[in-house]
């Protein structure tokens, strides 16, 4: 993400790198702050309710200590949100040479996320198998089949995730010396499929979970449509980005939606888990 501009336009005012029309200022500079914003506010209000619940039932012994996996994996998604975060600001104030120090970060930052995230899936897929198969009431195995064909479903949007994410992110890194403009908003874009995951435990928002994965692709386009709406307004266009994010993002949930619940899925995710 940078604030070069291209020479000044015939009006006297800086251009942007991108369109070549004038820029509009404040909002150009601070709407992907914004975004950050949102994406943090958002992965807070659905996990820190949701987590606090969860650790008093562990304390009560109803259900298993979290895994150290677990704990990484919020670690890490904190710590790629935050630098989401400073990165956005940085280049408002138009601190880009911070900006690409900083940036080297996320070489680090997102590919642990990534490997963290697929070992999770196993880790907690794992757990519930065998609390359902040891020796339980059968009211309480009743209750872990049930998780579990939920997680086999939920599986198909971690498996989304952690293969877009790094996709999209390595679409935006390597436009960082060519394309400012595609650049910062695949950044943002990235790792908005992610964010389904946290909506969908704001218990004031409306899911369609575990029934249908509607939501989890509902969300990710809501929580960027600020963007995106800023970027026609100001653009008079769409902007190339969102076609390259929807190109990847739509057909995976189509396929998503065509697989959530069938006999053939929840038979490969049984044997993707080796069990």
């Known amino acids: 993400m940078t604030t070069e501009t291209l020479p000044r336009a015939q009006s006297g005012q800086p251009t942007d790198q991108l369109s070549g029309t004038p820029r509009a200022g404040v909002i150009d500079r601070w709407i992907y702050v914004a975004m950050a914003v949102l ?5 807070l209000a659905g996990f820190v309710p949701d987590s606090i619940g969860k650790m008093a039932a562990v304390e009560a012994g109803q259900r298993p200590p979290f895994p ?41 930052v997102a590919p642990a996320l990534v490997v963290v995230g697929f070992l999770l899936v196993p880790t907690m897929y794992h757990q519930l198998w065998d609390g359902a198969h040891g020796p339980v009431p059968p009211p309480v195995k009743a209750e872990l089949m049930k998780l579990i064909s939920n997680s086999e479903n939920i599986m198909l949007l971690q498996f989304e ?14 436009a960082r010396h060519t394309d ?12 908005a499929p992610a964010l389904a995951a946290a909506f969908d435990r704001i218990t004031w928002l409306p899911t369609s979970l575990p029934e249908s994965p509607t939501t989890a692709f509902a969300w990710p386009l809501a929580a960027v449509l600020p963007m995106f709406l800023w970027d026609v307004i ?42």
């Open 234 to 275: 100001r653009n008079r266009r769409v902007h190339r980005a969102y076609g390259i994010w929807l190109a990847i993002f739509l057909p995976v949930a189509v396929i998503i939606h065509l697989l959530w619940d069938t006999s053939w899925w929840h038979q490969t995710a049984q044997s993707l888990m080796g069990v």
């Open 39 to 43: 994406f943090v506010v958002g992965v």
């Open 68 to 108: 150290m996996i677990l704990h990484a994996h919020a670690v890490l998604m904190g710590a790629f949100l935050v630098l989401l975060l400073a990165q956005t600001v940085l280049v408002a104030l138009g601190r880009t040479a911070q900006h690409r120090k900083l940036g080297l970060a996320s070489l680090v």
């Open 161 to 174: 995730v952690g293969l877009l994410f790094p996709l999209m992110l390595t679409i935006g890194l390597l």
């Open 180 to 191: 400012a403009g595609l650049h910062k908003r695949m950044m943002i874009l990235s790792i």
